[in-house]
C-alpha cells in the first residue's frame, strides 16, 4: 500500500502542492484529476522520488521512502512523450531496464502478449502507429514488474476515437492482473473509465476525493461541480423541499432548508412544465441537442434536449428533482 501524508512541494518559494494526503491500495488504480497547473503531475514525480517534497512523507507498505532513490522505489513511469528509442526494436525496448533478467526474451513476449501486441518483439518502433507506440511504452513500463505502475497523460497525444478504445482497454488490463496504478489525466472520461478511485486536484490540494460514482453523483462545491461538466450551478433558497431562484421554483428532494448552490443536470430539463424561457442557443450533438435557454432574469441554463426549437423561440419545461443535487 503506498501512503502519502500532508504532502508539500515548492519551487523557488511557490507552492505546487500542500497538504496532499492520498492511499493508494494493493490492486486498484487511482486517477488523478485536474485542470493544467493544479500539481498532477509534480505528485506523481515527488511520488517516483523525481522531486524532493518540502515537507510530508510517502511510505510504501508502512516503510519511509524519504531517502529513497527513483531506481530503487520499485515504481513504473510512463510519460505522455513514450521515451522510445526510435533505432531499437520493439523487443529491445522493452527490455530495456530489465536485460539481466535470466527469463528476459519471456517476461518481454509475456507484456507485449499482455498489451496485444504479441510477435511485434523484431518491429522498429519508428514503423508502429501512435496506437501501437503506446502500448510498446505500457509493455515497457510493466516488463520489471513495478509494485506501482505510474502513468502521465498516457494517451493525451492520441485521437479521440483511439483514446475512447484504448481505456477500456487498459482498464481489463489492470483489472486482469491486479495492477496498481496511478493515472493522471485533465480528461474526466477518462478518469472515470479507468479508476476505482479519482482524486480531483486544484491548486496543488485535494479538492475531492472518492469512489467515480460518489464524485460524479455529489460534488463537494460548484468548482468540483463545474469541472466536472456540469453547467448549471444555480444559487436558490430552500423550504421545504422546494427550491427558489429568482426565475422560478423547482423541487430540490433531499436538500435541507436555506440558502444553497444546486446542481440542476443537464438531462433533468425536458420540455413541457411550468418553467418559461427562451433558446438562446443550440447545438447537435448526434443523439441530442445541447440547448441554452435564457431565463427571464438572464440566467442561461443548459439541457440536453431530443429535438430544439429555433433560437428565439420561447418554450416551457420542467425540472426532474431527480436531477437536482445540492452542493
Known amino acids: 500500500m503506498l501512503e502519502v501524508k500532508d504532502l508539500a512541494v515548492s519551487f523557488a518559494g511557490v507552492p505546487f502542492l500542500h497538504d496532499v494526503n492520498l492511499t493508494v491500495t494493493d490492486g486498484t488504480v487511482v486517477a488523478i484529476l485536474g485542470p493544467s497547473g493544479s500539481g498532477k503531475t509534480t505528485l506523481l514525480r515527488t511520488i517516483a522520488g523525481l522531486q524532493r517534497p518540502d515537507s510530508g512523507s510517502i511510505a510504501w507498505n508502512g516503510e519511509p521512502l524519504d531517502h529513497t532513490p527513483p531506481h530503487a522505489r520499485g515504481f513504473g513511469l510512463m510519460f505522455q512523450d513514450y521515451a522510445l528509442f526510435p533505432h531499437m526494436t520493439v523487443g529491445a525496448n522493452v527490455a530495456f531496464g530489465i536485460e539481466d533478467r535470466p527469463d528476459v526474451d519471456r517476461r518481454v513476449a509475456e507484456v507485449l502478449r499482455w498489451v496485444g501486441l504479441a510477435g511485434y518483439e523484431d518491429r522498429g518502433v519508428g514503423h508502429l502507429s501512435g496506437g501501437e507506440q503506446q502500448r510498446v511504452a505500457l509493455a515497457r513500463s510493466l516488463a520489471p514488474e513495478p ?135 443550440r447545438s447537435f450533438r448526434g443523439g441530442h441537442y445541447t440547448t441554452h435557454l435564457e431565463m427571464p432574469d438572464g440566467t442561461i441554463l443548459q439541457a440536453d434536449l431530443d429535438h430544439a426549437e429555433e433560437p428565439g423561440t420561447s418554450i416551457r419545461f420542467r425540472i426532474d428533482p431527480d436531477g437536482v443535487v445540492g452542493l
Open 147 to 281: 509494485k506501482v505502475l505510474m502513468l502521465d497523460e498516457p494517451v493525451g497525444s492520441l485521437d479521440r476515437t483511439l483514446r475512447e478504445r484504448i481505456v477500456p482497454e487498459l482498464r481489463d488490463l489492470f483489472v486482469t492482473h491486479n495492477i496498481t496504478a496511478i493515472y493522471v489525466t485533465h480528461d474526466q472520461e477518462e478518469a472515470f473509465g479507468i479508476a476505482d478511485w479519482i482524486v480531483i486536484l486544484r491548486d496543488g490540494t485535494v479538492a475531492q476525493a472518492g469512489t467515480p460514482e460518489q464524485v460524479w453523483r455529489a460534488p463537494v462545491d460548484a468548482w468540483v461541480a463545474r469541472f466536472l461538466g456540469f453547467a448549471n450551478v444555480v444559487t436558490v433558497n430552500v423550504s421545504g423541499g422546494i427550491a427558489t431562484a429568482p426565475w422560478g421554483t423547482f423541487e430540490a428532494p433531499g436538500v435541507s432548508d436555506g440558502p444553497h448552490q444546486v446542481i440542476i443536470r443537464q438531462d433533468a430539463i425536458t420540455e413541457n412544465g411550468p418553467l418559461e424561457a427562451v433558446v438562446a442557443q
